[in-house]
């Protein structure tokens, strides 16, 4: 299934080390938009997360695309319209995407979407993760790692992984 992804999910997923999860659930091919790559690999990143991020990437086909212009409208950014483009350009499967309005966009669209948790959740069903490790991991992501989660959706969450057997 051809997957196309925005930057959180990834960036989060490098955060706790389980980017190789990806291609074990999900299988690819995988597509990066150019201006999601660049958020992914900022000025200030650590040597050891570049190198990190790199390594796990390395086989994601990288496709540019610019939007001419912004609709300040939209509510989205350059990398998320990007991610738009690519995915109705390779006509992906999946798009990996965190954010509400990228994410409302994809929904009219009838795109299929996957944030982080939802991500989290697919390995923990596939037996790559138990229940606790999965709630441990996004513990730590919102403790350590800034990410951000409604208390509706963290609650569906954790009754989503109450149910997994």
Excluded: N
Excluded at 57 to 84: E, I, N, Y
Excluded at 120 to 126: V, W
Excluded at 130 to 135: D, H, I, M, V
């Amino acid at each position: 299934m051809k997957v196309v992804s925005d930057a959180s999910p990834l960036i989060f997923l490098g955060k706790i080390k389980k980017l190789p999860w990806l291609k074990t659930i999900l299988k690819g091919p995988f597509y990066l938009p150019s201006l999601v790559k660049e958020e992914l690999f900022p000025k200030t990143i650590s040597l050891s997360e570049e190198e990190y991020l790199s390594h796990e990437l390395s086989d994601w086909q990288t496709m540019p695309w610019r939007p001419k212009a912004l609709r300040a409208d939209s509510g989205l950014s350059a990398a998320d319209l990007s991610v738009l483009e690519i995915a109705r350009k390779v006509k992906a499967g999946l798009v990996l995407a965190d954010e509400k309005a990228l994410r409302a966009i994809l929904a009219v669209r009838r795109q299929p979407t996957l944030g982080t948790l939802g991500i989290i959740l697919t390995a923990c069903r596939q037996k790559r993760s138990t229940a606790s490790e999965a709630r441990q991991l996004v513990e730590e992501l919102i403790s350590t790692h800034r990410f951000r989660v409604s208390a509706h959706v963290y609650m569906s969450f954790l009754k989503a992984l109450a149910a997994i057997r």
